[in-house]
């Protein structure tokens, strides 16, 4: 369930081009007319603004925001301008040139996604960078991390419903043996977790909470500070349950001393589209603070408004 | 360049199939006049004829085939009838199912075709199997070939021409050293031939050659009886220079006491409409003898026919 609110008569994309021209001409920018029409329009309304923009001026809207925003408005304002698998490529990118080993960009974008998202994602990729982003995420990781980032990115899992029960059952047990023995990179482990499709391993992992007594994710938490296991267990919530995965993206970066700008934007401009929705009733339910109170506690001005916009804040 | 030969007026889907269905009616089946249409239709021709016999006669052609057809001939006229993409994944599911070290074919579909080609044989693969092909190929391989085969399936290369000769340089001297240490599974030498466009391992086998003096196949020949060495070979093979590789499957498949049918079938019908004009000039250069000859004398009936067919001989 998306956040995103657009007016009931949306305007031609050629008026919307229009009145953007006249937000970027003269003495300053209009900000406040920015946000009016670009936090308020899906994704396909935006792909053909940027179409149009570059038809009628011969600039591409995104250089030009470039040129006349700045700092954290100007991040929300192109991220969540860019189509969304341009945005998965350039987010991805990004990650990879400046990888440690506690970025979760990648998984998030290899598991929260549906297979096709991330095929598209890919595509983009070539497109933009002319490498395969499977390449350059091999080529930026190592150990570990590589054994399990690779095969992610890589993955075009099937997207039926169906769940082998018997597979549930034998693979469960792979799993926990793995955990047990503390191999927590074992190529059986990151098979399963890299090729099956996401019904399959949540019917496993049901089956391994059913036998093994707890949530893998407990299982995983041995050592709280090793961040390859932090990384698998982002991977197993970026798969069966995405909402609750950001959900606590949002309030680790709210909560950070200083807020975690990059991570709030992300997960914004990622999730009004898809889900945002029910990310925001897990952050109440966990946090007790709606996510706009929080939200607006944490940043100011025009980036406070744009993403009270896109988390589908009353007045914005 | 393609050996198949499509009549100057091609009839229409309707009038194929039914002539197809004449083939089939009454007592026998006439294999001649099913060569004489099936053999000569395009991929898109042949799928148009399959649905319309699908919408005409209520009836799978596929299944008809199946019925109608024993053996050789019908293992290749079938192949031949599916669409390039579905009979990749038919095959790549064969293959893992009875999959053996000694087996390429997954080399084959994972570097011989275009990125773009590999993919839509991905998603035949969810279509028909409800599962992943990588899932299945990691579930169903072990040890350094599992290593290697399921990032190769996996892969979705950059399709560009583009070649970064500071990578080319850095990556041979990788490839060198962990085959000078006979580490022919490490994760480098895997991730290289694994991930990067073909262009770009062009560039860096070619750089290879240049700076230690042979091809890298010549080094990965240290044992010739080791069947990982073989498959790594099959895969420099398949991404670099196809045709070759798919002459020799042929010479070994012909010489083979007793012919391996099933090799021989496999490439005339992935490689009729793509090269199989250069893939006979190299068997011809490398055996002395034109392949129709050599296929003629190996087989007979209707399957040296269709193949003979297939392979554009004069009077097929």
Redesign the interface.
Known sequence: MSTLTVPAQVPSAAEDCEQLRKAFSGWGTNEELIISILAHRNAAQRKSIRQTYAETYKEDLLKVLDKELTNDFERVVKLWTLDPAERDAFLANEATKKWTSSNQVLVEIACARSPQEL?LA??AY?ARF??????DV??HTTGDF??LL??LV???????D?ANMTLAKTEAKILHENILKKAYSH?DLI?IL????KAQINATLNRYKNEFGQDINKDLKADPKDEFLAILRATVKCLTCPEKYFGKVLRLAINKRGTDEDGLTRVVVTRAEVDMQVIKEVFYKRNTVPLDHAIAKDTRGDYEKMLLALTGHRDA
């Open positions: 095929l890919r595509q070539h002319k490498k395969s982003l499977e390449e091999a080529h590589r054994k690779v095969p890589s993955s075009y899992r099937y997207d039926g169906e190529e098979r890299a090729t099956r499709s």
